[in-house]
């Protein structure tokens, strides 16, 4: 690899796919992966293996897929599972601790940050610094979404970042600080937000 991607370039594999295929691949957020899986579209196009499985005492969960040969580094941000579909920790960890609290500081513009945020943000960090050479693709719905972008927003290295596909998150402007807001402007042409209009909480 000659080093961080560049602007016209399309031989990576997540800039080859479809829009279809990419909020099928977002999808996969939710799947219960484990290290060594290979991931796969369900038209058959590979992503990646499975390098790591995030999964941390705060809630944030991630999933991480490396394409070695092209230096490639998807990451899956996790959201939130219905509270009748989730397991025991569901109603705490997503909802209780983050998904309310961050409704409530979003409407009363109060920048109030659940940990579960810093942790999606200093994960995404120490994977940048791990991969130094490597372009990263990151996907997140609802919560997802949400720790994908708090976590964009603290980025340290925007030139290892290549797009951000996020689906039906809330708008976290108003949590962010002066420089985050910064650090978003930065990435603001390799961000895309998905948003139903129709959909009260995106």
């Not at 499975?50 to 991630?62: E, L, Q």
């Not at 942790?119 to 997802?144: E, K, V």
């Not at 108003?174 to 603001?188: F, H, P, V």
Request: hydrophobic share 40%; with cysteine.
């Amino acid at each position: 690899m000659d080093g961080p991607w560049k602007e016209g370039e399309c031989h990576m594999i997540n800039a080859n796919l479809t829009d279809w295929q990419r909020m099928q691949l977002a999808q996969l957020e939710y799947h219960d992966w484990r290290v060594g899986d290979v991931l796969l579209l369900p038209d058959g196009v590979m992503i990646g293996s499975v390098s790591d499985v995030i999964d941390t005492d705060d809630g944030f969960r991630a999933t991480v897929i490396e394409a070695s040969q092209q230096g490639e580094v998807t990451i899956l941000f996790r959201g939130s599972s219905g509270v009748l579909q989730g397991d025991p920790t569901t109603w705490t960890n997503e909802w209780l601790r983050v998904n309310l609290p961050v409704g409530d500081a979003i409407i009363n513009q109060v920048p109030e940050v659940p940990k579960e945020m810093w942790t999606a943000a200093d994960c995404l960090n120490h994977l940048l610094a791990d991969h130094p050479q490597a372009r990263f693709y990151l996907y997140g719905h609802s919560l997802g979404s949400i720790n994908a972008q708090f976590a964009l927003a603290n980025c340290r290295c925007f030139d290892q970042i290549q797009r951000a596909y996020l689906y039906e998150g809330p708008n976290i402007y108003w949590l962010l600080g002066e420089q985050q807001r910064k650090n978003a402007l930065q990435l603001r042409t390799r961000i895309f937000n998905y948003i139903d209009p129709l959909d009260v909480v995106a």
